[in-house]
């Protein structure tokens, strides 16, 4: 049986993907930056499901909190398969022209640098060459790093895009060493990140204008992250896998 980190990975595409995981009788641990009461209750849907599972905080565009994160989740379980790099924040739709520095700089230490130094800790953790087993990396991109996000989003937009290329770089730095490093990009989801943007029912009024004409659900997001994760996946890496509705 696999265990698997994700990060953010207590609500929303977050907490789907670790209940699949549980339906594997996988082991989860779950990092999360605030709710603590959001991650018990998750904790609690993992072990029904089928799972082991163990919460930790931290913000991911903290160093030492990621380090300790990756230290806790090998202490309880012993190894680690694979990491869902996921955590991720948006902000109110703006022009460019209109976001303040202190957007911007969150938006990049969260979404760029935070992932950056999960995958960075992922490397260290799975490649053999560091004493690992080998295993699977998930970058949770977005539709939106090939869309632009005019007028509302081009910061997270280009955040996302910078996750598209650790996904090709960093899939080539660690194949002889057996890690696997693929990406999602999902659309329009059905998720409360959408909240946090300023516009809870985005999803829904945008989702019918795909050529699927409706959002998506977390699960069909988090299906394709845990095929990634999977033995079934491996010979797949440096991909990235559109999960939008044909957006």
């Known amino acids: 049986m696999k265990t698997i980190l994700i990060t953010g990975g207590t609500r929303g595409i977050g907490r ?48 030492a909190d990621v380090v300790s994160v990756f230290d806790a989740a090998l202490s309880r379980f012993g190894r680690l398969d694979g990491v869902v790099i996921n955590a991720g924040i948006v902000a ?22 935070g992932a950056y130094l999960c995958a960075r800790e992922s490397a260290r953790r799975l490649s053999k060459d560091r004493g690992g087993s080998g295993g699977a990396v998930v970058l949770v991109s977005s539709a939106a790093s090939r869309l632009g996000s005019p007028f509302e989003y081009v910061d997270y937009a280009g955040s996302k895009a910078a996750l598209d290329t650790l996904a090709i770089g960093l899939a080539k730095e660690l194949a002889p060493q057996g890690v696997r490093v693929n990406a999602v ?28 004409g409706r959002p998506g659900r977390p699960e069909e997001v988090a299906a394709a992250i845990v095929w990634l994760l999977s033995d079934g996946a491996s010979y797949t890496t440096g991909a990235i896998l559109d999960v939008s509705g044909g957006r």
């Open 185 to 212: 990009r999902p659309g329009l989801i059905e998720t409360d990140i959408h909240g946090s943007g300023g516009q809870p029912d985005r999803a829904q009024r945008l989702g019918a204008t795909t050529p699927m």
């Open 16 to 63: 789907a993907t670790a209940l699949q995981c549980a339906g594997n009788g996988w082991s989860v641990a779950l990092n999360y930056v605030r709710d603590e009461q959001a991650a018990e209750q998750c904790v609690r849907a993992v072990q029904a499901a089928g799972g082991n599972a163990l919460a930790l905080q931290g913000d991911v565009a903290v160093e």
């Open 92 to 113: 109110p739709s703006l022009p460019l022209a209109a976001m303040d520095s202190a957007r911007l700089r969150r938006m990049f230490e969260v979404n760029v640098y």
